[in-house]
């Protein structure tokens, strides 16, 4: 009797070690999914900070180049001169910025001088941005300057095109 009471203890013992040692390879996993998954998270964020530090530099780029734009043409009608000072110096918070109502009809302004501009630049065959910036990518121009040319971020212009190839 106590050679049978030993025989199912050791087959009960076994048991539950087998039991610990597949619960204990579960938690492993577990643990390591939630390593991926925190390296993903730190991933992603580090993405969307350098995209809204890119976002904000392009945000400062047009309000300085709004706001010269504003100073020329302020020197434009106060009197004429020969030609217009472009300062690549950043906007300072002391320098005057226009209004926030005044901004639509400033950037109507600017759409409407820069539309004659566009039109020689730019191919007129092509319908969409899209299509656009593709046909000035084939023809070898960068980033930048097809952002220039099509009056859109750079970074508009990076995902723009990296999405039509897909």
């Known amino acids: 009797m106590i050679a049978f ?21 579960q938690l492993s996993k577990v643990k390591e999914v939630e390593k991926k998954q925190s390296q993903l998270i730190q991933e992603m964020e580090e993405t969307i900070s350098a995209y ?33 000072k472009q300062h690549s110096a950043p ?11 005044q901004v639509d009809t400033i950037k109507d302004r600017i759409e409407i001088s820069e539309t004659n501009q566009q039109q020689k630049e730019v191919p007129s065959s092509p319908s969409s941005i899209a299509e656009q910036a593709e046909q000035l990518q084939k023809e070898g121009k960068t980033i930048e300057e097809i952002a220039k040319l099509l009056n859109k971020g750079k970074t508009e212009i990076e995902l723009l095109l990296k999405f039509r190839q897909m």
């Open 91 to 101: 906007v300072k918070d002391d320098e005057w910025l226009p209004p926030m109502e």
């Open 52 to 84: 809204l530090l890119e976002w904000k530099e392009e945000n400062e780029r047009f309000l300085q180049a709004l706001s010269q734009r504003m100073r020329s043409r302020d020197n434009v009608q106060t009197k004429p001169s020969p030609a217009p």
């Open 5 to 25: 009471l030993l025989t199912v203890s050791f087959a009960l013992h076994a048991f539950s070690l087998f039991i610990i040692i597949l619960l204990y390879l």
